[in-house]
């Protein structure tokens, strides 16, 4: 009962966080300098994930075949390859790392 109701409170607040945007966009102003910000803000964020997914697993850091097989990826998207090919590059660049006994 607890689990439904607290997905149901969790549910309803995302909905209304993803509702408010709209609704607040044309009554807040924000300055030019605060628009910038928000913008590298997002890009730091995006980065620290990826950053974090790709080093660490659990509390430990990863091993050099994933990092590896990200660098590959994002070279790849970097360049603007198809994203199926990004994906597999990647894939293949950390099982053929991880072949070779790295972790």
């Known amino acids: 009962m607890r689990l439904a109701l607290a997905s149901a409170v969790l549910g309803a607040g995302t909905f209304g966080f993803r509702f408010a945007g709209p609704l607040l966009k044309a009554r807040v102003r924000l300055s030019p300098r605060v628009e910038r910000a928000m913008g590298v803000a997002v890009v730091v964020l995006l980065a620290a994930l990826v ?53």
């Not at 430990?60 to 660098?71: I, S, T």
């Not at 990826?73 to 053929?96: E, I, K, Y």
């Open 51 to 103: 950053a974090t997914a790709a080093l660490t697993e659990g509390h430990h850091f990863a091993g050099p075949a994933r990092p590896a097989g990200v660098a590959v990826g994002a070279l790849l998207a970097w360049r603007r390859a198809p994203f199926a090919l990004v994906v597999v590059a990647a894939a293949a660049t950390a099982a053929g790392l991880r072949l070779l006994g790295l972790p």
